[in-house]
């Protein structure tokens, strides 16, 4: 290998990679955070966000990564002693739980083997039998980006009202967003939690809650304190197109590039696009005779693969041959997958030939690093590339129903 | 006016100027912030850090706002129903007590009339007063940028020995940071509160905690519940190189240049620029016949000055009238001084003749808002910048003692 | 001082301050100089070139220096021993006639105290007395960068209709275009030249010449030898939207960006800022006691003002003075004017602060370097600008008739 | 196919991919190019131009597209009415001989089938029946970009020597520069040409000229006019780092900046690294079933292949198909290859992964397309790029001798 010249191919499932206009667009003078061309702005890119979740209420914007999302979806809705139940899917949900455990959350965990999507039937079972509604609310991770895995929002929530059940319904949207389908008012979600780093094709920095009415009347009276995150103060200055605090103008440039972009593309393309692009990933996983994490066939993430290798091989000793070989970075196994599985990510501002540069880059590390396994992904891949060429579609701008 | 040509006049008290340097280094591909390169760079911008706060100590980065590291310092080292003494010395330091009160901190406030910096003799006294050591913290502002005074941090920290009190010492350093001498480890504060936006010369989107021995201790112990800023999962996750949580990548491409740049033209350089430029202003601010609203020659301000307007006069109608035909932004008279106010903020990436540009835009502002004033002001700026031309001084690496 | 902190203030006549915009759009991956989206691209610059220059005809875009057009000019249009008549005006007139001369051009020359503009009557005379045509074209300068003067090239034109000569009219507009009204059809110009560092805001790199079907038809028959500046082969390439040879994609992606800002603006609000600071700097120069190389107020250049240092000083140590002390640079004297004069440069991305900042610092130097002045050209500017507030105009955008 | 999202593959042979330091290099304001800083910059990229052209020369550096530095050549040594020899080796050699004859010189050309190199014993055999020397040149292009076939110019070299005739050495490196192996000096050449926007890995607008003294010498008799190419005139100003005329400083920006990435990647690496992926894509086109347009193995190119479509097929529907599917741009065939051939640019700023994505483009185009072919190209160049991994080279900055 000859040193790092050419592009580096950032394929870990998040940060994306960023469009160069997106850079550009944050490489502006920042303005004055209260002056008038700022709020014009700020409204707009407010606006913007609500048809990228796809809801006519309020997303909040925060300068913090997702995990500040997730903190606040909690602070601002929960008190101490409050019962959440979660379902558990990889290491993402594993790590919201923890974060809820520290503000004295109660957290009821529907376990799993980390291969599949949250279960509605099994959620429920146990809403049902929660009489009392002692359950505040139901948490999910749309996207679980540490194993590949989508689950189904929409049928979490049909079984929620087939429960009759009041909780509040969270979703992690972190991976899921601006590539996976999402539609957080005809879900009826009560906030969803996303970051800017993935779909959305922005660094990392920002991060966002999107909010039911529910939810903000939630956010009146419960407990848990909180003064950065907190709800109620943010949408009080956005009506103004400002924050409560100096929020971060550079990245807010960029995440009105980012959604311009998305929405010049189409939403229904952008989810096709990754639709196909996770297709061919599998294709590939397929033709050399591994296995991916994810055991449903319906759930299968359409923004990063998770693949593990043979028994006996140690997936990060794979990753690093690829990284120094072909400078590529691949996705670690996480928590109980580390050195069992590493992770293709295939998001964000990507197409047909950075995916198969993406491809023959792992073709070519699993042959250096000796993992067992067949020739030919690439060409299995190329396949479904070749074949998929119908999608185009119009780009209406997606409206709220 | 002639139109939006020409570079914005961004001179509010922070953002300050973003130097083209530090914009275009954040201009650059996002990399994996869980490999050898990210670590690398991590590492290098946590020793620099040290070095501009003047400390042996971790400095914390957040991905936030200042204000995330206002309420950083307080959820770590607190528990409900604790004690601490803030001196009031402007809208800054009372945002700062109300996020305290958020999370049931009891804040004894040392009144003040926003004309002066924190009190050591009155914080002595008070100190002297709490036999019982119930105060568990002194927070003060270093520079108020809502006023233009620079409080004396160290007086503050001899005045606490003299009364032998155990208290944790707070200070926000956020519109001082990278503009005016401090000194974290030798004047033995244990919490240092910091943005990136002003001195510091970056975007908003960081922030920090410098944090001493006693101050790591009482986090061991104290009862706020927190996640997102909880030190010690940072603390844990700094030595390799790393953040518990995706870290704002591309902010510290930039946090890495704009530090370069600091210790390029030394921070003894950067301490004596800023000074001369406030001697300049408020030589134009006489000259004008003008008041600030400092009134002690000792806490002058070196990056922020705030400016009466006459009686019956409003500081808001003449920051319009600035803006509209000077495309300059200066900052508004907050809190109690709104109307009052204005403020010209000349710190960050600055030079003479665009701190003359901007005395010049004050001047024509005045003159066409009809406010009362003595023409010649940019004259006895002048003056100044004639005469300060010695303060070169050679860049030697500044060691912490 | 206190080296190199803030915006340096690059107050030379051209190249001009360069907007962040046009940087930007630049700073782009350069794409296929022969596919679909680089014509479509060059096919609408060309079109805006048109708008700029004032013409119908093809404007031609060399990758090259200015200096470059004035040798596509001659090149295209005449045959060795030609007979050309050129105004001089100040130093680059005389490097034009220079150029002209080493291809055995025979270049008559109207001298000058380059004081002042080329003169429409001499011209005229010149024009009369030569009964047999033997003159092949008239070279003027329309803003002289070397000396701060205006031609009135419309005047010129009017003097070589009186006297029926036929010769061709050559206009450098290398620092008028973008700032000066130009009107190269109305005005009957042959062939205008232009690069692409003044008035319209780009780095150095691209030139230009706008040719009429007269210069065009000269071209089928002149004998000089070309290659690289053959205009026949650079339209024939041009109406597909390519060139003969790979240009400079991604200087012309700043050109389309640069000349939108221009539309954005206005032409008519272009030349009349440009005006306005043209007067504010004369207002300075007259209060400083300094005399203007420039003697005839209806020659005044919009966007160069050279002024002289009193008998006895050295211009160039002046300008050394305001470079290491306020990191400024100011044009030099040239040729006969070298140590005699400096110059100012305010045109392009331009306004009023960042007038102010370069007349302050213009002051100060002054005052450092021991130039005998009187105190008060700043304030003398600041009336001026001040009092031009009118001169906003509705922006149409503009048609050539 | 989805739209434009991902990078765009600009896989023609030049422009090559522009490295993200190059651009953000370029995209910072231009400063004044007769001040010190400037000089310093310029003195310092003259001295790394000879150290990538391998000469202790001068190394002139225009403003203008690489026809310019052809013109150049000529013009510099030349005389109206010399004869000069040139080896016909694709169209770029056809263009430099059809812009020779502008300038009346004559040219006598050694034709080929344009699928090999310049022969040097054909040129030997021409200088030895030259017995007047009338040959005053010998021109050849060492990479012909339009057929992938690099010309031996160390035999060219020796053959001259063997002839003992002092016609000048002429050899047009446009793309090859900073992609093969090239010595200006230790070849004997008189005049190297050169452009920016390919093996540079800089956009298109810089041109280059090395010259020897014995060129030099000529250009002081020779009688072909110029002015912008005047070498005596760039020579004489670069001596104080500046240009007879604005350079372009924003572009010398960039080179600075991309030589430097040529040097610290060490220039062995890089032809290396150019070796290795033009036999990864020969090895795809073998495995296709497809020709190469060069015939020699001795003379196939590192930097570009040209591949022949089966008779009967249509090389630039095939082009755009992969446009318009893949969004890759191609090379096409030129002159008489003109839809016979297309070619694949893999020089610059580029890496494995890109060039498999490339390779994949190509393999899927083939198929969209109807080519007929056999599949598996890419598992062939794979097998290249994984069993290559030897060839890291430690980087010693490169002396020439």
């Given at each position: 290998?000859?040193?790092?010249?050419?592009?580096?191919?950032?394929?870990?499932?998040?940060?994306?990679?960023?469009?160069d206009?997106?850079?550009?667009?944050?490489?502006?003078?920042?303005?004055?955070?209260?002056?008038?061309?700022f709020a014009?702005?700020?409204?707009?890119?407010?606006?913007?966000?609500?048809?990228?979740?796809?809801?006519k209420?309020?997303?909040?914007?925060?300068?913090?990564?997702?995990?500040?999302?997730?903190?606040?979806?909690m602070?601002?809705?929960?008190?101490?002693?409050?019962?959440?139940?979660?379902?558990?899917?990889?290491?993402?949900?594993?790590l919201?739980?923890?974060?809820?455990?520290?503000?004295?959350?109660?957290?009821?965990t529907?376990?799993?083997?980390?291969?599949?999507?949250?279960?509605?039937?099994?959620?429920e079972?146990?809403?049902?039998?929660?009489?009392?509604?002692?359950?505040?609310?139901?948490?999910?991770?749309?996207?679980?980006?540490?194993?590949?895995?989508?689950?189904?929002?929409?049928?979490?929530?049909k079984a929620?009202?087939?429960?009759?059940?009041?909780?509040?319904?969270?979703?992690?949207?972190?991976?899921?967003?601006?590539?996976?389908?999402?539609?957080?008012?005809?879900?009826?979600?009560?906030?969803?939690?996303?970051?800017?780093?993935?779909?959305?094709?922005?660094?990392?920095?920002?991060?966002?809650?999107?909010?039911?009415?529910?939810?903000?009347?939630?956010?009146?009276?419960?407990?848990?304190?909180?003064?950065?995150w907190?709800?109620?103060?943010?949408?009080?200055?956005?009506?103004?197109?400002?924050?409560p605090?100096?929020?971060?103008?550079?990245?807010?440039?960029?995440?009105?590039?980012?959604?311009?972009?998305?929405?010049?593309?189409?939403?229904?393309?952008v989810?096709?696009?990754?639709?196909?692009?996770?297709?061919?990933?599998?294709?590939?996983?397929?033709?050399?005779?591994?296995?991916?994490?994810?055991?449903?066939?319906?759930?299968?993430?359409?923004?990063?693969t998770a693949?593990?290798?043979?028994?006996?091989?140690?997936?990060?000793?794979?990753?690093?041959?690829?990284?120094?070989?072909?400078?590529?970075?691949?996705?670690?196994?996480?928590?109980?997958?580390?050195?069992?599985?590493?992770?293709?990510?295939?998001?964000?501002?990507?197409?047909?030939?950075?995916?198969?540069?993406?491809?023959?880059?792992?073709?070519?590390?699993?042959?250096?690093?000796?993992?067992?396994?067949?020739?030919?992904g690439?060409l299995?891949?190329?396949?479904?590339l070749?074949?998929?060429?119908?999608?185009?579609?119009?780009?209406?701008?997606?409206?709220?129903a």
């Amino acid at each position: 290998m000859v040193g790092h010249t050419g592009r580096h191919f950032l394929q870990i499932p998040g940060p994306s990679n960023v469009p160069d206009r997106v850079l550009r667009a944050m490489d502006m003078p920042t303005i004055d955070h209260r002056g008038p061309e700022f709020a014009e702005m700020a409204l707009g890119i407010m606006e913007s966000c609500k048809r990228v979740f796809r809801t006519k209420n309020p997303v909040l914007i925060f300068p913090s990564s997702g995990t500040g999302a997730w903190e606040a979806a909690m602070v601002n809705t929960l008190s101490p002693g409050d019962k959440v139940l979660m379902a558990e899917t990889g290491q993402f949900s594993v790590l919201w739980r923890n974060l809820a455990e520290r503000f004295q959350v109660d957290v009821e965990t529907i376990p799993s083997d980390w291969r599949r999507g949250a279960k509605a039937s099994e959620i429920e079972a146990r809403l049902v039998a929660d009489k009392q509604h002692s359950i505040k609310a139901v948490m999910i991770v749309h996207n679980e980006t540490s194993t590949g895995v989508t689950s189904r929002v929409d049928e979490v929530r049909k079984a929620m009202d087939r429960a009759r059940h009041p909780a509040l319904l969270f979703v992690d949207t972190i991976s899921s967003m601006g590539s996976i389908r999402y539609e957080h008012d005809a879900w009826g979600v009560d906030v969803t939690v996303c970051g800017s780093q993935k779909g959305l094709m922005m660094p990392p920095g920002l991060s966002f809650n999107a909010v039911s009415d529910k939810a903000i009347a939630a956010s009146k009276t419960n407990k848990l304190p909180r003064s950065y995150w907190d709800w109620n103060e943010v949408l009080k200055a956005n009506q103004l197109g400002s924050w409560p605090y100096t929020p971060a103008t550079n990245l807010l440039y960029g995440l009105r590039e980012s959604i311009a972009m998305l929405e010049e593309e189409g939403l229904e393309n952008v989810y096709a696009r990754h639709q196909r692009h996770g297709e061919a990933t599998r294709a590939a996983v397929r033709a050399w005779g591994l296995e991916t994490v994810c055991v449903d066939a319906g759930e299968y993430s359409p923004v990063t693969t998770a693949v593990f290798v043979p028994e006996g091989h140690d997936a990060d000793r794979f990753r690093k041959v690829v990284l120094e070989n072909f400078d590529m970075s691949l996705g670690a196994g996480l928590g109980r997958l580390q050195g069992r599985a590493f992770r293709i990510g295939h998001l964000g501002h990507f197409n047909d030939l950075m995916l198969m540069g993406t491809l023959s880059g792992v073709e070519m590390g699993l042959d250096l690093a000796d993992i067992p396994h067949k020739k030919g992904g690439v060409l299995a891949a190329m396949d479904v590339l070749k074949s998929k060429d119908e999608g185009v579609v119009e780009v209406p701008r997606v409206a709220v129903a």
